[in-house]
């Protein structure tokens, strides 16, 4: 925490100790299919249950005005190979580093967050692709660390603001 806010750690800093797969594990962009009880299980494909309560459900956060705006970053599982795929002999000659950096940033997966003003409210979206299929997803929670969780890409993942807090 810096000044009583957020700046990025681990999840494990945090108290998160479960495995949160990644946005290509889970593909709807309704809200309405999950009441705020109800969690997606690991197991078909969704993300690692939070507490009863934690997901919202559309009607839970109906009034609910987000103020504020920020882009997560945690590193993908694969960056290291990634990195090193960019910059191997065969990619320095058809100067792969200098318009991959270009076009997609580092090997990192970023996730956008906006909160209500009492910081009580965060509503996620994530973008993925999944058998070639190009997915959105989104979700209201109560508490930040949810909002960090599921952005998360593997148990432990560091994260920081790759954009900072500003007004919507």
């Not at 065969?90 to 270009?102: D, G, R, T």
């Not at 990192?108 to 299929?133: E, K, L, N, P, T």
Request: aromatic residues 12%.
């Amino acid at each position: 925490r810096d000044g009583g806010r957020l700046t990025g750690g681990n999840a494990h800093d945090m108290g998160i100790t479960s495995s949160v797969p990644g946005p290509s594990s889970f593909s709807s962009s309704s809200l309405s299919d999950h009441s705020s009880s109800d969690a997606l299980s690991p197991a078909l494909g969704g993300h690692a249950p939070v507490p009863p309560g934690v997901r919202l459900d559309d009607s839970e956060v109906e009034g609910v005005q987000f103020v504020e705006k920020a882009i997560l970053a945690c590193p993908l599982p694969a960056k290291a190979w990634i990195e090193l795929g960019r910059w191997n002999p065969v990619s320095l000659l058809l100067l792969v580093p200098a318009w991959s950096y270009h076009v997609s940033g580092p090997a990192d997966h970023w996730w956008f967050v906006a909160r209500s003003a009492d910081h009580m409210y965060y509503y996620i979206a994530q973008f993925c692709c999944d058998c070639g299929r190009n997915h959105v997803t989104g979700c209201a929670f109560l508490g930040m660390w949810a909002a960090i969780t599921t952005g998360l890409q593997y148990p432990d993942a560091r994260w920081w603001n790759a954009r900072e807090w500003t007004n919507c």
